[in-house]
Each structure stands twice: as structure tokens, then as C-alpha cells.
């Protein structure tokens, strides 16, 4: 079982930068690969970025491909989102999730989700 909590989302204006963190508990966090989606307001919820337990070739959607990096610190259990050059379009609840297999670029590619964090970027 995997508990994940984010934090650091917030209002910023664009162009702005915003680092999400995400803890998790349990001792098998490095053996996961992790992942961060986002839903934005009345759409479905959207892959942005993932990284195998070994962060060697992250990928990234293209929307977000240059502006945002996902990094993990396995020794903290914990994964992050460096979000720089923000847009009002990247308004969103944040989540990351956990998963065992390899298909990351999917919703059900994941077996743990956090209950998100809401960024907000003003134009």
C-alpha cells in the first residue's frame, strides 16, 4: 500500500514557476514509477509527466515538454514538479500517482493517486 500526499500548489500569474511535491509512505516507494496528471476545470483528468523508479528518460505530454520537469528523491520518498513559464491553460488539480507497470501515459496505468492540489495561474 502506497499513501501519497501533494503539496505546493497555489495561485501564481503567468509566467510564473510553482514546485509540487508529492511524500509517500511505505518502503517500496523506489521501486514504482511515478507519475503526475492534471484536471483542468469540466475536463477529464490528463497525463503531464512521469518517471520510472530510476528517473532515467522521464517523458513528458507535449503541452508541458520545456516548461515543467518531474524529478524524484527516492532517499525522501518523495517526487516533484518544477513548473516554470506557467499559463492560465495550466490551471488544473494536480495528482501523482503510483504504479507498478509501465504504462504511464495512462490514467489506469496506476494503481495510487493523491487526492491532488489545485494550481491556479491568472492572466
Known amino acids: 500500500q502506497v499513501q501519497l500526499v501533494e503539496s505546493g500548489g497555489g495561485l501564481v500569474q503567468a509566467g510564473g514557476s510553482l514546485r509540487l511535491s508529492c511524500a509517500a509512505s511505505g518502503r517500496t516507494f523506489s521501486t514504482y514509477a511515478m507519475g503526475w496528471f492534471r484536471q483542468p476545470p469540466g475536463k477529464d483528468r490528463e497525463f503531464v509527466a512521469a518517471?520510472?523508479?530510476?528517473?532515467?528518460?522521464?517523458y513528458y505530454a507535449g503541452s508541458v515538454r520545456g516548461r515543467f520537469t518531474i524529478s524524484r528523491d527516492n532517499a525522501k520518498n518523495t517526487v516533484y514538479l518544477q513548473m516554470n513559464s506557467l499559463r492560465p491553460e495550466d490551471t488544473a488539480i494536480y495528482y501523482c500517482?503510483?504504479?507498478?507497470?509501465?504504462?504511464?501515459?495512462?490514467?489506469?496505468?496506476?494503481?495510487?493517486w493523491g487526492q491532488g492540489t489545485q494550481v491556479t495561474v491568472s492572466s
Open positions: 500517482a503510483a504504479a507498478r507497470g509501465s504504462n504511464l501515459g495512462l490514467v489506469g496505468g496506476y494503481d495510487y
Open positions: 518517471a520510472s523508479w530510476s528517473s532515467i528518460s522521464p
